[in-house]
């Protein structure tokens, strides 16, 4: 605060805030709060404890001085030195007192030495008059400007001792930790540690600037607290909002229904009704035809009657009384007989008693915690690209103990810098005790954000920031040797994993299709050399239909598509040497696309050919023209990524078989080929080449960009001499057939 605004905002620096008077005597508590003596004094005394006070301010509880005098309390310089500020200030209007006569005068003067007032009457002049005090600045105070008030604000501190009231402190005794003047240091302090006080101040400075520094980060801390809690807040209004909106429609939907069930009989009333009412229509139109005969044949004979004419009568009598005699009077419901009133409401007590007793739901207490939930994992430590990560979810209650609840539901995101999402098959398995295991795929290198989640709320820490690394490729599994035993190779060519991990090898020359575990234990093999169903003559391309697990080999040399169970049972084939549409020479590479239709690179032919599950063509890939060599083609998304032998390069269409573009060139350097033949995507969704000719697996975007590569020429674990084929497993793990190593080999 500058001194301009202190000298406008005085009264308020200087006013108790427990009497709400001009401090006096002012004291500070170990809070750094001060009050006055007195009313600490009154504060005590009517606590009703002798060894603590309780802060005014803060409510923190302060011990009292072991004297139990709080007159021991540290005095507060800066309030005082304010005080005399305020006098200076007044002094025109109340008087300040003198500091040696006690007397009041508005016409005093302030000595910065002695920080002492000193009337104009008698006692400046004694003052000027001692030869000690030659050097002393002295000021009227009707003078002062806003720099002599500073000055009065830092004016030095003097000793309290008796005796010793006009001397500076200027030491620091170490042993009583306390600050003392240059009597103390020869009197009571004689043979004490001591120092300069500026020293001594210099070092608490720095304590205390480091302790500030420590406070002000707790209380970052406190108030991030603070800020969750009242997000808390928030969030428990939105969430009761949320249930009750739940609530409200579940009631609504209830009532829905029990209105259209009241509709419903009602309607069924109406009908009912209708119909007896309709019944009684008939019989009282019925009767009312009666009645009218009866009337008619009354009112004729009454004539008769009053006519009086006995041979009328003769004659008429006894049509009179076969008329009246004939009539029987009608049966009919009578208001309030049950043959009319025969339906009513019967009700399902059942179901009122099931609600009443039920309720409609209620309300209970989810155990989880997300906030006390954790999580941990290389997912979030070290992720690496394309390859599975994990991270290991526990469930917590508020109690810090691992819970479960079945109605938990986790959710994870992992986005980049940019909000995209940068990971690929993200999932959560629930153990069902409370622990859960997230893995997911990485997809780029750099920053991303994993969120994760519980019940739409993050886990104490989440978000998390992870480093995604990129990956440096090194082998961890080489199996395999040439021969013909049952886990030899000859010339392994292509490759290919089942959902379950395990590896499929066509072996080119031992004319067979080999099957491993992902540890490169053998399992089982199938196949031998020649032109009838089961045989083969160098199989090449290798793929299996992910919906049912049937093996599709391409019979090379028999110009043919053999297809068998994931045992090794002979199912059906397709394909004969030719090149009309169904016919095939010299197929190579083998795929399926997201529709299910296999994939044949029909090399001798130079055609990318599609066709279904049961061997039907479909259509071609390309114009005439468009290939050379082709080796193999795979779908990614809406793309048909297609090798070309001969012209050392990728070639990229669209699902419609259009032509898009093509990337790569004959050469060594990177992005260039020497003869590409199988590809791949991998879990970071790149696209992986097998650059036979120069011995090395190149790894691109699907635009062509160049990310990366692996391997060179070499014997060695590690290196190729030509890898053929490439297959991906579940975990992200590459797997490779290097062909005159007659081997495969797998790279973390």
Excluded at 31 to 51: K, M, P, Q, V
Excluded at 177 to 183: K, Y
Excluded at 204 to 225: D, F, G, H, P
Excluded at 334 to 361: A, E, P
């Amino acid at each position: 605060m500058d001194i301009k605004t202190l000298l406008n905002n005085l009264h308020e620096e200087v006013s108790c805030s427990v009497c709400m008077n001009t401090f006096n005597d002012p004291k500070t508590l170990p809070c750094l709060h001060a009050f006055c003596l007195h009313c600490l004094n009154e504060i005590l005394r009517t606590s009703g404890r002798h060894d603590i006070i309780a802060c005014p301010e803060c409510r923190k509880e302060i011990h009292v001085p072991r004297s139990g005098n709080l007159q021991d309390l540290p005095t507060n310089f800066r309030i005082n030195s304010l005080l005399d500020v305020l006098a200076i200030k007044e002094c025109s209007v109340i008087g300040v007192k003198c500091g040696n006569c006690e007397e009041s005068s508005s016409q005093s003067f302030y000595c910065f030495q002695c920080c002492a007032f000193w009337c104009e009457a008698n006692c400046i002049s004694l003052h000027n008059g001692i030869k000690a005090n030659k050097e002393h600045c002295v000021l009227a105070l009707k003078d002062f400007k806003d720099q002599d008030f500073e000055n009065v604000l830092k004016r030095p501190v003097f000793c309290r001792n008796r005796g010793h009231e006009s001397k500076e402190l200027e030491f620091f005794c170490k042993d009583c930790r306390v600050a003392i003047c240059h009597s103390c240091v020869a009197t009571t302090h004689d043979r004490h540690a001591k120092m300069l006080l500026e020293e001594a101040a210099n070092e608490q400075k720095l304590q205390a600037m480091s302790a500030i520094e420590n406070r002000k980060k707790t209380a970052l801390k406190k108030r991030r607290k603070i800020a969750q809690l009242d997000s808390d807040f928030a969030k428990i209004q939105e969430h009761v909002a949320s249930v009750k909106k739940g609530v409200q429609q579940f009631v609504d939907n209830m009532m829905a229904v029990i209105e259209a069930q009241k509709q419903e009989t009602f309607d069924d009333l109406d009908n009912r009704a209708a119909e007896s009412m309709h019944r009684l229509r008939i019989q009282r139109g019925e009767i009312e035809k009666q009645v009218k005969i009866t009337e008619t044949g009354i009112e004729a004979a009454e004539a008769i009657l009053q006519r009086n004419i006995s041979a009328e009568i003769i004659q008429s009598n006894k049509i009179i009384e076969e008329t009246f005699q004939g009539q029987v009077e009608p049966a009919y419901p009578r208001i309030g007989n049950q043959s009319i009133l025969d339906f009513g409401f019967v009700r399902n007590q059942r179901l009122f008693d099931h609600v009443w007793t039920n309720r409609i739901g209620f309300v209970k207490v989810l155990p989880t915690s997300p906030t006390e939930s954790s999580g941990f994992g290389k997912g979030i430590s070290e992720p690496i690209i394309g390859l599975e990560t994990n991270i290991m979810l526990t469930t917590r209650n508020a109690k810090g103990e691992q819970c479960y609840e079945e109605r938990d539901y986790v959710t994870v995101e992992i986005k980049n810098q940019d909000g995209h999402d940068c990971a690929t098959e993200t999932r959560v398995l629930d153990n069902k005790d409370g622990c859960y295991k997230i893995s997911y795929f990485a997809k780029e290198t750099g920053k991303c954000r994993v969120s994760v989640k519980v019940n739409g709320e993050h886990i104490r820490d989440s978000p998390f920031t992870a480093e995604v690394k990129p990956r440096q490729m090194r082998p961890v599994l080489s199996f395999g040797k040439y021969g013909a035993a049952k886990e030899d190779f000859r010339y392994p060519w292509g490759i290919v994993v089942n959902k379950r991990d395990e590896i499929a090898v066509a072996g080119n020359g031992n004319n067979r299709v080999q099957v491993f575990s992902s540890d490169g234990t053998y399992l089982r093999s199938f196949g031998s050399k020649g032109d009838k169903e089961r045989e083969s003559n160098s199989p090449t391309g290798i793929a299996i239909d992910n919906e049912n697990g049937i093996v599709f080999i391409a019979d090379t040399e028999n110009h043919r598509i053999q297809f068998f169970s994931g045992q090794g049972e002979f199912l059906n084939n397709f394909g004969e040497k030719g090149n009309l549409d169904h016919q095939l020479e010299f197929p190579h590479g083998l795929s399926f696309g997201s529709d299910g239709n296999c994939i044949v690179a029909d090399t001798g032919n130079k055609k990318i050919k599609l066709f279904s599950r049961t061997g039907q063509f479909l259509r071609s890939i390309g114009s005439e023209g468009s290939f050379t060599v082709p080796i193999h083609c795979i779908q990614y998304k809406e793309y048909l990524i297609a090798s070309d032998f001969n012209e050392h390069c990728i070639k990229v269409f669209d699902k419609a078989g259009n032509f898009l573009y093509k990337f790569g060139k004959y050469g060594t350097g990177d992005g260039e080929f020497n003869g590409p033949y199988h590809l791949s995507i991998n879990k970071a969704e790149h696209l992986m080449v097998c650059d036979t000719n120069n011995h090395r697996i190149q790894v691109f975007e699907v635009n062509g960009k160049f990310v990366g590569k692996f391997g060179s020429k070499g014997k060695k674990v590690g290196l190729f001499t030509g890898p053929f084929s490439i297959a991906v497993l579940s975990d992200g793990r590459i797997v490779v057939t290097d062909f005159h190593n007659h081997r495969v080999q797998i790279f973390e």
